[in-house]
């Protein structure tokens, strides 16, 4: 029995994704990245990293409606490729469930829950949390917690945010900013 830090709970939804670990590309932050002081030689600081999403493939649990007009109930499983910030170069892969769960009663906005994990060479990441749909759908930033879970990023806690960027695109373009904060 090995005793250690213990891990942080994550709420997860009912579906669990697995996702395999990518060899061969790093995974390595945009030149855009910003390290708060004291980062790095085993202080804690932050660090921010830009990438790129596309999805590769998805499957809903009813028929996908027009993606401005989702219902309640809607389920849908995800898995896409990730690149570095311009797009080019494939740095990993992620994998998540995103579930319609309420119509807000104060303005009739859907909310939805999305449990993502990222693998990368280097390590792994998993976001989970709720947004509102009107935003996702608008074209604004939205965010949840992050928790690195693997390599170089295990105990590394903060916040993914992410923004659609073409909404008549079927691979769903997202730009995406992970920071991450802790021992570095």
Known sequence: MRLGKPSRPLALSAAVVTVSVIGGVAFAAS??????????????????IDLFER?????????????????????????DSVYDPSGT?????AAGVN??????ASDG????????QYTFAD????ASGS?????VIGQKWVGTP????????????GTWTWRLVDLTDPTAPAVVKFTLCGRM
């Not at 170069?89 to 892969?93: A, E, H, L, M, N």
């Not at 906005?109 to 993502?116: G, S």
């Not at 992050?146 to 806690?157: C, F, N, P, Q, W």
């Open 31 to 48: 030149s855009a990245e910003a390290t708060a002081p004291g980062a790095g030689h085993g202080k804690y600081g932050c660090t921010t």
């Open 55 to 79: 999805t590769d493939k998805h499957d809903a649990n009813k028929p996908l409606p027009d993606p401005r007009n989702v219902p309640v109930g809607l389920q849908l499983t995800y898995f």
């Open 89 to 93: 170069t494939k740095v990993g892969d």
């Open 99 to 104: 579930s319609m769960v309420e119509k807000r």
């Open 109 to 116: 906005h859907i909310i939805q829950y999305v449990t993502q």
């Open 123 to 126: 390590g792994s990441l998993v």
């Open 131 to 135: 947004m509102d749909r009107s935003d």
């Open 146 to 157: 992050v928790y690195g879970t693997a390599g170089r990023y295990l105990g590394l806690a």
